[in-house]
Structure formats: C-alpha cells, structure tokens
C-alpha cells in the first residue's frame, strides 16, 4: 500500500521569497516520487520525478525536491517564487506493475500555492 | 503535437443521460489511465489498462465502463448519469513510473 500526505492545502508566499511545499509518503517498496502542477483550468504537467537515483531532483521552472528515505520526505522548493508559480501543486507517489506500466499514481491532496505581489 | 488528447474538453449534459469521453495517446505507451478530480481538487484513480487489459479496478460505480478499442485509446462511456458524477476526468498514458495527461474533459451534470 502506498500513501502520500501534503501537509499543507494552502501556501501562500511574496514575490521573490523561497518557496517551500512538504510531503510525506508511506510505502512499503522502494516508490517513485513525482510532483506535478496544475494551473488553474489546466491539464497536469509534470515538475520533476524521483527514481531512486540522485536524492537531489532539479525540475523545470527553478523547482528542486529532496528525496529523505529517512524522514519519508520528498518536499518541493524553488528559492525565488514567481507570480506564474501560483497553482495547485501535488505530491505523487508510483509504482510499477507486473505489466511494467505505473500502477496507478496515489495522489496528495494538493498545495495551493498564493503567490503576493 | 498532443501525447495526450482527450475529448471533448467541456460536456454539459442532463441527467439520467448517457456520454462518452473520448482519449488518444501518440507516445506508444502501455498502459492508460482515467483519473476522476472533485470539487476539492482531489485525484483518484478510477481505471487502469495495459494492453487492453484492465488492471486497476477501483470501487467506481458499474455506470462507468471503460473501453479500449487499441492501445493508443481509452475511453470512458457514463450510463444514467448523476449530479454527483460531475467532475473533471483525466486520461493519462505511462510506460514506466511516469505517467502523462490530458487537458481533461470538465463534466457538468444538470
């Protein structure tokens, strides 16, 4: 079984100050671990992802997440928010199935990120 | 050029009607997806397929029957549909742990 935890529905930051989104996740293999965006009537894009390689992930947008096995951490943080920052973001924990395709993505409930002028 | 298409984008439709979404992925992947996201933003698995086989199940009502005419499609066929069932659905399409969506298809029952 697998779950994940966004330890906080709503974030809200200024203008160029870092940023900082938390997650925990429960699993009882080795997971991967994803952190996708939604801006608001959009589809979902994917931020970055851990495959249990390098612990330190690099995204698109600035966008960083650490993976600590010891914690059961994976949160996201960029150093400098943007006003286009502003959108629901969310933690993803996977798997793969014995058909090799992701067996099923478990959700967070998602971070809305407010971002002040 | 769209991975992930699904269509249409909008549906507005009455109760107790029955409606289709459609989806197509073009990165030759093995296994799709249809994601419900509530009211509360919230995303949950409702069926999976890798090759044409349906893996994942989850406790969704039996209105809702996925099809897959091929492995580039998914769809999603509604019976006698709810007020509940408003929503908007999401496709996806993974080959490994990454999984690749669609725009999503905003249900509104009246």
């Known amino acids: 079984a697998q779950s994940v935890t966004q330890l906080d529905s709503h974030v809200s930051v200024s203008e160029g100050t870092p940023v900082l989104l938390r997650c925990n996740y429960s699993s009882s293999y080795s997971p991967s671990l994803f952190w996708y965006v939604q801006h608001p009537n959009k589809g979902l894009q994917l931020l970055l992802k851990?495959?249990?390689?390098?612990?330190l992930v690099k995204g698109i947008n600035g966008f960083e997440a650490e993976f600590k096995k010891s914690e059961t951490s994976f949160h996201l943080t960029k150093p400098s928010a943007h006003m286009s920052d502003a959108a629901e973001y969310f933690c993803?924990?996977?798997?793969?199935?014995?058909?090799?395709?992701?067996?099923?993505?478990?959700f967070g409930k998602g971070t809305h990120l407010i971002i002040q002028p | 050029d769209t991975a992930v298409s699904q269509t249409p984008k909008y549906l507005v439709t009455q109760m107790g009607n029955d409606k289709s979404i459609k989806c197509e992925q073009n990165?030759?992947?093995?296994?799709m997806y249809w994601y419900k996201q509530d009211s509360k933003k919230f995303l949950k698995i409702m069926f999976s397929?890798?090759?044409?086989?349906?893996?994942i199940n989850e406790t969704v009502p039996n209105r809702f029957s996925p099809k897959s005419p091929d492995k580039a499609h998914l769809n999603l066929h509604i019976n006698s549909l709810e007020l509940g069932d408003s929503a908007v659905y999401f496709c996806?399409?993974?080959?490994?742990?990454?999984?690749?969506f669609g725009q999503g298809t905003r249900l509104t029952v009246v």
């Open positions: 990165l030759g992947h093995d296994t």
């Open positions: 996806a399409s993974s080959q490994e742990f990454e999984a690749f």
């Open positions: 993803v924990v996977s798997r793969l199935s014995s058909g090799g395709g992701a067996d099923g993505l478990t």
């Open positions: 397929y890798n090759n044409k086989e349906l893996i």
């Open positions: 851990y495959t249990s390689a390098a612990t």
